[in-house]
């Protein structure tokens, strides 16, 4: 019989605005279907929304690709409840995504009280624990970890790290001794696998086609890049934002930016897409943009790469190479000035030049997602909590 691994997190499929967090899960699923069997248990209705999904079945079973998806509806998820899905599948592991995440919060509270039996538990922060991301409402956040030490809701977990400055934001939140192991998150086999360079609009001096594609929320740093954009008062720019609003109060200050900006840039809201639809409109851009202030992983980067856009983004992220690679540009934020310069540099750029750059982006990604130990590393890790089991 096949061993049984059950998922609990925010958000699934047919979800597409829950960021690299989903998709990671996804990939999971996707990338070790083939060994395991898969269940999640999630929410009926995406980030941002409150209405279900459309053709599926709410607090029920639905078949999801490869995976046995339950969907629970608003409130009706709890401790109780939590067990008594893990009674029903009897899994050998848990894979627990986010820290602070609902369900996670209500499977650890069900552990807590004895509700489910001896488990072995995988949870992957994201990471939640990085100095910046817990600074973005900070006392709730704190509030809540200390509780948590306090009934020592985590005990016992092997945590997940991305990589491993990840994995040291653990141990500064939880102590040296916890159990923690390093795997990059999961990625799909291939990115836009039809992708061709043809899809690439022309570039010529004094015009620059930008994107931004995430959440709008003050992590990605959406008004920093717009404030930034403000001080180019030469050539033809246009940035697409793709993404929900996550945080509504910050959408209304970069708005008021917008509505600042020189005649001579013009900036689209687009809302959310699609994955793949998304994807092509990256892919009809020149470069991607997003200073963010952290990145766990940075899930969009490899996507935008993939589409054949060099990156410009802050050094906040693991992809400390793309500037040696020729793909893209890391920025210190504490230097704004050079965004600006970068800007400038991008919308003068040649076409002869772009198409050398976009090729490098491109082969970035394909070499990235053909890397043997992206698969290897989580393979250890789910081995390590199914052997634990046994």
């Known amino acids: 019989m096949r061993r049984r691994i059950l998922i609990f997190c925010d958000y699934y499929l047919p979800g597409f605005k829950g960021g690299g967090g989903m998709w990671s899960v996804v990939n999971l699923v996707n990338r070790f279907a083939r060994q395991y069997d898969f269940f999640v248990v999630t929410r009926n209705h995406d980030l941002t929304e409150t209405t279900p999904y459309e053709g599926v079945l709410t607090n029920s079973w639905n078949d999801v690709g490869p995976a046995k998806v339950y969907f629970f509806g608003k409130g009706e998820l709890n401790a109780k ?39 072995p538990v995988i949870l992957a922060p994201c990471g939640e624990l990085s100095k910046a991301a817990l600074k973005i409402k900070a006392t709730k956040k704190k509030l809540f970890l200390a509780y948590a030490k306090a009934v020592r809701l985590y005990d016992g977990v092997i945590w997940k790290a991305s990589f491993e400055a990840d994995a040291a934001d653990i141990r500064d939140v939880f102590g040296a001794d916890v159990d923690v192991m390093t795997a990059p998150d999961l990625v799909p086999e291939a990115i836009l696998p039809d992708y061709s360079p043809s899809w690439k609009p022309a570039k010529s001096p004094g015009r620059v086609k930008l994107v931004y594609l995430s959440r709008i ?20 720019i246009s940035l697409d934002i793709i993404g929900p609003v996550d945080d509504e109060a910050y959408w209304q200050r970069c708005k008021e930016i917008i509505a600042e900006m020189p ?51 802050s050094d906040n992220t ?39 750059m976009s090729a490098n982006a491109r082969n970035y990604s394909e070499e990235w997602l053909s890397r043997d130990e992206i698969n290897e590393a989580t393979g250890r890790v789910l081995s390590r909590a199914l052997d634990d089991r046994s």
């Open 81 to 119: 409840k939590a067990a008594e899905l893990v009674a029903e599948i009897r899994p050998n592991a848990i894979y627990l995504n986010s820290l602070f995440s609902l369900p996670v919060i209500k499977f650890l509270t069900a552990r807590r009280k004895g509700l489910v039996g001896e488990l």
């Open 217 to 236: 929320s003050p992590k990605k740093n959406l008004a920093f890049l717009l404030e930034r954009l403000k001080e180019v008062v030469d050539g033809e």
């Open 263 to 313: 005649k001579n840039i013009s900036v689209k809201a687009l809302g959310a897409y699609p994955n793949d639809e998304a994807l092509r409109r990256v892919a009809e851009s020149h470069f991607f943009v997003m200073p963010t202030l952290n990145e766990n992983f940075g899930y969009v980067f490899i996507e935008a790469l993939a589409a054949g856009c060099p990156i410009i983004i």
């Open 318 to 356: 693991v992809w400390t190479d793309i500037d040696e690679r020729k793909a893209g540009w890391q920025i210190p934020l504490g230097e704004p000035e050079r965004f600006v310069s970068q800007i400038k540099n991008c919308l003068e750029m040649d076409n002869a030049e772009y198409l050398r």
